[in-house]
C-alpha cells in the first residue's frame, strides 16, 4: 500500500509541480509581503511591519467603494451570465437546423482576447462613430449620443453588459454538456404526463444541470471578481473611479505608486473575503442537494 502511494504521488507530479510554482509559490510569497512596507526600488529596503497594512487598509475607503463596485460587478456579470447561458444551452440542446453553425457562432467571444473584446466595445460605445449610437438613434431612441463609457451612471452597466458577453460562451458550453445528460425518456415521460414545457424544466432539466450549474456560478464568481483586462481597456476604472475594480485598485497602487506591500495586503484581503462567500455558497447548496 506503502508504495502504491508513493507510485500514486509519482504519476501526479507533473501536474502538481506547475501548481506549485505558478499558483501556490506565489500567493504565499504575496502574503509574506502584505506583512511588509516593500516599494518599488531596488534600493528601497524592505522591512517586516506585522498588521500595519491591513489596519490602513480597514480605513481606506477608496479601496471598500472599489470593493463594493467589484461586488456589483461579479453578482451582476454572473447571475446575467447564468441565466442567458442556460436559455442559450436549452436553445442550442434543440435539435434545430444549422444548429451546429449555431454553436460555432456561440464559441466565438471566447475565442478572442480580453483586449481585443475590450478594444472592439469601445468602438462599439463611441460617441460619435459607434454602432450602438447610430442604431440607437436611427430607431429614435436617443435625440444626441450618448458617451457610456464617461458617463457617471452608465458606464457600470455598459461594462458590465461587456462581461456578460465576453463570458457566456464558456458558461453556456458547459451548461450545454450538462443538458445532454438529461435522460430524453425522462422528458418524453412528463411530456405524456401532460406536463408543460415549465414543468418539465423544473422537475426534469433543472435538477439534472443543477449541480453543474452551481460549479460554474462559483468558478465565474472567482474570475468575474478578479477581472482586470477588459475593465483596463474599457474604462482603467473610470469615470470618477465608478468601474475601479478592486484588483484595478491593487494593480495602480502596486505598479502606479509602487506600494507593493499594500496592494499585496489588498490582495489578501480580496482572497479571504472570496474565500469565505464561496465557503458559505457551496454549503448552503450542498445542504440543499442533500436534503
Not at 502584505?34 to 480597514?58: C, H, I, K, P, W
Not at 444549422?98 to 463611441?126: C, D, N, Q, S
Amino acid at each position: 500500500m506503502l508504495g502504491l502511494d508513493h507510485g500514486a504521488w509519482f504519476l501526479l507530479l507533473p501536474a502538481l509541480l506547475p501548481i506549485l510554482v505558478l499558483s501556490a509559490g506565489p500567493l504565499l510569497y504575496a502574503i509574506s509581503l502584505a506583512f511588509t512596507d516593500s516599494q518599488m526600488g531596488r534600493t528601497v529596503d524592505t522591512d517586516f511591519v506585522g498588521v500595519d497594512n491591513f489596519r490602513t487598509l480597514r480605513l481606506d475607503s477608496l479601496f471598500w467603494e472599489s470593493f463594493r463596485i467589484g461586488l456589483i460587478w461579479a453578482v451582476c456579470v454572473t447571475a446575467l451570465q447564468l441565466l442567458l447561458s442556460l436559455g442559450l444551452a436549452l436553445l442550442l440542446n434543440q435539435n434545430l437546423r444549422f444548429r451546429w453553425l449555431a454553436r460555432t457562432l456561440a464559441l466565438v467571444p471566447w475565442a478572442m482576447p480580453e483586449v481585443v473584446v475590450g478594444i472592439m466595445w469601445r468602438l462599439v460605445y463611441h460617441q460619435d462613430a459607434g454602432i450602438l449610437n447610430k442604431t440607437l438613434r436611427d430607431l429614435h431612441l436617443i435625440s444626441e449620443n450618448i458617451d457610456w463609457l464617461t458617463n457617471l451612471s452608465l458606464a457600470l452597466p455598459a461594462v458590465i453588459l461587456v462581461g456578460v458577453w465576453a463570458g457566456m460562451p464558456q458558461t453556456t458550453v458547459v451548461l450545454l454538456a450538462g443538458l445532454q445528460n438529461v435522460p430524453q425518456e425522462l422528458n418524453e415521460a412528463a411530456q405524456l404526463d401532460g406536463a408543460g414545457v415549465w414543468r418539465r424544466f423544473a422537475s426534469v432539466t433543472w435538477p439534472a444541470v443543477r449541480p453543474v450549474a452551481i460549479a460554474i456560478t462559483a468558478l465565474n464568481f472567482i474570475w468575474n471578481f478578479n477581472s482586470f483586462g477588459l475593465v483596463y481597456v474599457l474604462t482603467q476604472g473610470g469615470p470618477g473611479g465608478k468601474t475601479r475594480l478592486p484588483m484595478l485598485f491593487a494593480y495602480e497602487e502596486a505598479f502606479k505608486y509602487g506600494q507593493f506591500g499594500y496592494a499585496a495586503a489588498m490582495g489578501v484581503v480580496m482572497i479571504a473575503v472570496i474565500a469565505v462567500f464561496l465557503t458559505v455558497f457551496l454549503r448552503k447548496r450542498l445542504k440543499e442537494d442533500a436534503s
